[in-house]
DNA sequence: ATAAAACATGAATCAGTATTCATGTTTTAT
DNA sequence: ATAAAACATGAATACTGATTCATGTTTTAT
C-alpha cells in the first residue's frame, strides 16, 4: 500500500547497519520461517536494538520483501552468467540448471525465501516468477528461430523448464545436499534432447 | 510431537461437525491464508462456536494438516484414475498431466494449501512429495523395462515431471484459469516425445 | 423415562511480539 | 568547535488471536 520506502541510508555507516540487517534477516527468516522469526530474533542476530530495524525498514513484511527482491537479483545475476558462453541454446539449458543448482546447494536459504514469499507477499513472488518468464521466453523463441530448438510453444517450454529447475533446487537444497547434481544434469540433457520415448535409432547420434 | 490426536466422533452428528469444520477451514486457509486465518473465520464460516472445533482438533496446526493430508488423497485419487486406461507410459503421462490441471482448476484451493503447507508444516509437505514420488518410479522404471520409455534415470525423471506438474497446476489455478490447458499438453507430449531439440527427420513419424 | 456420554457454546484468559518513542550517541558540514 | 542531521537504543505500549472452561443441550443406551 504504502509506495514510499524508507529513504536510502545517507552515511557508510548507515548502509553497513541496513546491510547487516538484511543478512540476518535473511538467514532467520529461512532458517525459522517468517511466522516464528520475530523482530527481536533478526535485530539480535544483526547484533542491534530493535528500533534500529525500523530506522531501515517499515514493517516485517517490508524487511521480508527486501530481503526477497535481492535473492531475486542474485539468482538472475547467478543464471545468466552461466549461459554467457554457452555454444548453442541446449547447452545453455544445460549449463544453467548445473550452475542454479550449484547455487542453491551453497545458499540454501534461496529456496526457503521463494517458498515463504509464495505464501508471506503473494505479488512479490508472483512479479519473481513473471520476471523470470519474460526473460526466458525471448531467448527459446529466437533458439527456435536460429533452429537450435525444434519449433514450439516457447512460452509453455519456458513454464516447463522453471518448473523443473524449481523442484530440482528444492529437491538438492532440501534433500541431498547436491550429490545428485550429475545424475540430475544427465537426465535433463538426455530429456531435452531426445525425450523420454524409446528411440527408433538405439546408438547412432550423440550429436 | 503429541502422536495421538483426537479420537473420530462417534456420532453422525459429530462426524458432520467434523466434516463441516475441515471444509470451512480449507476455504479459510486457501483464500486468507494459513497466519491471516483465525479460529474465528474458520468456525464462523463452519457456522459454529470456536471451542467446537477443539472437540475434533487439537490445535490450529492440527487442522491445517488434516486439510492438507485430505487434499493428498483427492489429489492422488485423482491422478491415478486418469491414467487407468492409458494405452501406454508416455499416454499416461499426459492423460496424468490434462486431468491433474483440470483438477486443480476446480479445486484451485489445491495448490494454495500445498503451497502453505511447504511453510507451515514442513514435515507433511515432505511426506506430501515424498509419496507421490515413490509411486511414481515403479511406473516409470516398469514402463522402461516394457520398453514403452527409453532407458534412463527413473528418479530423476520422476522428479523433472513431478515439477513440470507441479508448476503448470499453479500456473492454471492461478494465473489463467485453465484457459491454456490444450496448449500445455500438446506441447508437454511433444517434449516427452521428442525433446526440444531441433529433429532429424522433419515431418515423418507422429507415432 | 432417565442417566450417562457426547456434543456445543462463546466470553474470558493470557502469552507473544510488532511497533513506538523518549532519550542518548556519533557523524557531517561549516 | 559547534550545531544539525543522522543514527542507535531498549523498555513500554498496544494489540491480536489461539486456547480454555464453566455451563448448557442433544443423543444414546438401557
Redo the contacts with the bound molecule.
Keep these: 500500500m504504502n509506495m514510499i520506502a524508507k529513504p536510502q541510508?545517507?552515511?557508510?555507516?548507515?548502509?553497513?547497519?541496513r546491510a547487516q540487517i538484511l543478512a540476518a534477516a535473511e538467514d532467520v527468516f529461512s532458517e525459522m520461517g517468517f511466522?516464528?522469526?520475530?523482530?527481536?530474533?533478526i535485530?539480535r542476530r544483526a547484533?542491534?536494538?530493535?528500533?534500529?530495524?525500523?530506522?531501515?525498514f517499515?514493517?516485517?513484511?517490508e524487511i521480508f520483501r527486501e530481503v526477497m527482491l535481492d535473492l531475486g537479483r542474485q539468482i538472475r545475476r547467478e543464471s545468466s552468467r552461466a549461459i554467457e558462453d554457452a555454444t548453442d541454446r541446449i547447452d545453455a539449458e544445460i549449463r544453467g540448471l548445473e550452475t542454479y543448482l550449484r547455487f542453491v546447494v551453497r545458499r540454501p536459504s534461496v529456496y526457503r525465501i521463494v517458498q515463504q514469499c509464495a505464501v508471506v507477499d503473494r505479488t512479490t513472488w508472483r512479479e519473481f516468477y513473471q520476471t523470470v518468464f519474460d526473460r526466458y521466453v525471448p531467448h527459446l523463441q529466437a533458439a527456435a528461430d536460429r533452429e537450435e530448438l525444434s519449433q514450439g510453444d516457447a512460452e509453455v517450454r519456458a513454464w516447463m523448464m522453471i518448473g523443473i529447475f524449481t523442484l530440482m533446487g528444492e529437491r538438492v537444497s532440501d534433500w541431498d545436499n547436491g550429490k545428485d547434481i550429475d545424475r540430475i544434469v544427465t537426465e535433463f540433457s538426455s530429456l531435452l534432447r531426445y525425450g523420454i520415448a524409446p528411440r527408433d535409432e538405439p546408438t547412432s547420434n550423440t550429436r
Excluded: F, N, V
Design positions: 541510508p545517507k552515511t557508510k555507516r548507515g548502509r553497513e547497519r511466522t516464528a522469526a520475530s523482530i527481536a530474533d535485530t547484533g542491534t536494538a530493535q528500533g534500529t530495524l525500523y530506522l531501515y517499515d514493517s516485517k513484511d
